[in-house]
Every structure is written in C-alpha cells, then in structure tokens.
C-alpha cells in the first residue's frame, strides 16, 4: 500500500479545530509507514450552506465518492438553528451521506479510563476500572426508516400518525456479521438486544442472529437482552458487557446512555460502516466523534481533540487494515491522558491544556 485516500470534511464549531489535530497526529503516526497520507479537505454543513448554499455541496459528495473513507468533524450550530429542519446542517449533511454510501453499521466504543472515572456520573465503585464495551447500532433500517410514515386525520375527525418498523432477513445478517467481526477482535461476547416479547421484527432479529451466529461464528458466546433490561444493565454495571448490538431505534437510545456514562463527549469516537468495500477490501466507512460542534467553546483553542484523534485511529483500523497504526495511536492517547495532561472537560479542576498542547503530548507519546 503506497498511500491511504481519504476526505476530510471538518464541517463547524470546533470541527475544523479538532480536524487539525487530528491529521497531525495522522501524519506523525503514519511517517514510519512509509504509507502517504492522500486526502482533500471540503466544506460540509453551515460553512457549506454559507459558502455553496447548500450542507452538502456536489463537489464535497463527489470527493468522498472518489475517497476510499470519510474523516468528518461535526455540523451545526446557533448560525443555522432558524432554518427549516430539513435544511439544517445535521439533517441536510449527514443523514444524506449515510444514506447515500449506505453506511448501515455503526459503531461506538464506550471508553471510560480508570483515572476519568470522576468524569462519569456513575458511582466510582461501580466503574472501579473504568469503562470498555462497544455498542453496535443498526443505522438504515427500522422505524426511522420504514414506510408508511404518515399523520392523517381520520373519517371521525381524529388525527393519527404512523410510522412503520420494518426490517428483513438481510439486514439484520450484515448487522451480525459486523457484531462479529467486533467480537472477534475483544473478548469474543456479544449481547444482541431486542423487544421480542413484543415486536415481530424482534421474533425475527432474535432469530436470525442466533442462527446466524450458530452457523457462522460458534466460538462467539451469544446473550439476548430485551432492550428495558439492557438500558438498566448499562448503568448498573456497564463492564459485563463486551459488544452490544441493536436495531436503529434501540441503538439512538442505548449508545447516548453509554456515551453519558463514559464521561466527555470529547473522548468518543464512532464509526459508520458501508455495505460497498473500498480498493483496499475493507468497508468504506465515515468516522467522526460522538460529540457535537460544541459552540460554547468553539474558537478558544481549549476543545478536547481525542475523540477526533481517536475516530482517525478507528479509519486506519477499518478501512484501512492499519490495526498496529491504530492500536499506536490509542495507546498514545491513553499515556497522555492517564499521565494528566488533559484539557478542560477531563481536567476536574487540575491544570487543564489547550488543543495545541493536548496534540503536542499525544505526539510525543506515540
Ligand atoms: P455538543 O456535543 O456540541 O456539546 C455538548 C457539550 O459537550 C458542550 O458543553 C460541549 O462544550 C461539550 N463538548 C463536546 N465535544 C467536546 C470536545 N471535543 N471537547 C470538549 N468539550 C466538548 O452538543 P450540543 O451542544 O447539543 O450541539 C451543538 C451543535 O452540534 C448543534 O448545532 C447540534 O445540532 C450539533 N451536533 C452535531 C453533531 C454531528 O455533526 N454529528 C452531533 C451532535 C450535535
């Protein structure tokens, strides 16, 4: 592999901030390769509709056509909150890229440090070690997306809205094959969850990934959880879980709980994988933190630049096989913030460092 091709779409707030932090570390982590670094920066969200006048310009969807994976900050922002919801920068940028690259898996790591405990609202003792789980969600599918999707008013003069849940063999398949793969490479444990006490596309969920996986992946310790049990498992004792997966709806849900547990939104990083393989025949996949684009510290230079830092590390690993680049840039994050250099959502009233610094440290432990 001569080179890595990427888009790079920092979007608002302090996206462009951490998006430049990260591509250094990027850089920094890949010299020893020999492997280049062959991306294109373009303008996605607010600054997109200001510059182009629409989130999501022609030319930035056709430079991640061209890219074998997209590095993307985040959108949105005070600026754009007046317009109509379907052209705010969110929904007017992102929903359509997951759409249109079919990005059907997402993936989160749930990664608390045993020195951030003080970061989670659970109790210290519950998190002695801190936090490590992985939460898979199913993205293109289910309630958000099955039709009929329509409010009505009906002959008596009331008014009902539907939405309709809907899923199918093969999606839920590909799901499982993901959870999988995750497995794989943790502790090989996964816990799907569902409502199969009460929903037909649960009856089938629960059964096509227990074939599935009885089939394909017997050396995977498979549990089910209905999804009311899982929600208090999480915050109860968040650690016996491994990976845990999900359809659309139940993954919204779950995956924001596992964020809050885990402390600062400036550590979490997330991965969305496509159906179509890239020249490289891994999935083509957008990664970009958890967190928004944090308008309330955006240009002081404090933002927390880890979880940008960390969804470029989770791109070298899925889309680009570089498991060893990736596994040296987590570790790096790691010692630095384990070793107290921290910025001001993880600092708990220690002396707290800027972007700058925090990349500075990260780079110097790699
Ligand atoms: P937010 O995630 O931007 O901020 C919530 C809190 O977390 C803030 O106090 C913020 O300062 C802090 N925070 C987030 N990331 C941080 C970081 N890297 N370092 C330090 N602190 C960090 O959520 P919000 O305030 O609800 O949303 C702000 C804007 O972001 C809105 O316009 C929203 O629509 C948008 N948004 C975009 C995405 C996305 O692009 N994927 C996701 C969520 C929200």
């Known amino acids: 592999m001569e080179s890595i091709k990427f888009a790079v779409l920092p979007g608002d707030g302090i996206g462009p901030e951490v998006m430049t932090a990260a591509l250094q570390v990027l850089q920094e982590a890949m010299a020893s390769t020999g492997i280049q670094l062959d991306y294109q920066e373009a303008d996605v969200g607010g600054i997109a509709i200001d510059t182009h006048g629409s989130a999501l310009p022609k030319a930035t969807l056709d430079l991640c056509g ?159 959880l209905y999804v009311d049990n899982a929600a208090m498992q999480l915050v109860c004792d968040p650690n016996q879980f491994d990976v845990l997966f999900t359809e659309n709806m139940f993954g919204d849900i779950l995956s924001d709980e596992m964020a809050v547990i885990c402390g600062s939104l400036g550590m979490l990083a997330s991965a969305s994988l496509g159906k179509s393989h890239n020249k490289h025949n891994k999935p083509f996949g957008l990664y970009e933190p958890a967190g928004g684009t944090a308008p309330d510290i955006a240009g002081k230079g404090i933002a927390n630049p880890c979880a940008q830092v960390l969804s470029a590390a989770l791109m070298l690993r899925f889309s680009f096989g570089l498991d060893a680049v990736a596994a040296q840039i987590e570790a790096a994050v790691k010692k630095t913030v384990t070793g107290g250099t921290r910025t001001g959502d993880i600092a708990f009233g220690s002396t707290a460092v800027g972007t700058e610094e925090m990349i500075a440290a990260i780079i110097k432990n790699l």
């Open 66 to 224: 061209e890219s074998d994976a997209i590095l993307f900050g985040s959108v949105g922002g005070p600026k754009w909150e007046n317009l109509p919801p379907k052209e705010q920068p969110e929904r007017a940028a992102l929903l359509p890229l997951r759409k249109h690259f079919s990005l059907f898996a997402n993936l989160r790591p749930g990664l608390l440090f045993k020195e951030l405990t003080p970061a989670s609202p659970l109790k210290e003792e519950r998190i002695p070690d801190g936090i490590d789980i992985l939460c898979i969600r199913e993205l293109t599918g289910g309630i958000y997306f099955g039709q009929p999707k329509e409010t009505t008013t009906l002959p008596d003069g009331d008014i009902q809205a539907l939405d309709t849940m809907v899923y199918r063999k093969s999606e839920i398949e590909r799901i499982t094959e993901v959870a999988i793969q995750a497995a794989r490479s943790r502790g090989k444990r996964l816990c799907s969850v569902d409502k199969a006490n009460v929903l037909e596309t649960s009856v089938l969920w629960r059964q096509v990934v227990t074939d599935y996986i009885t089939k394909n992946a017997p050396e995977i310790e498979l549990s089910h």
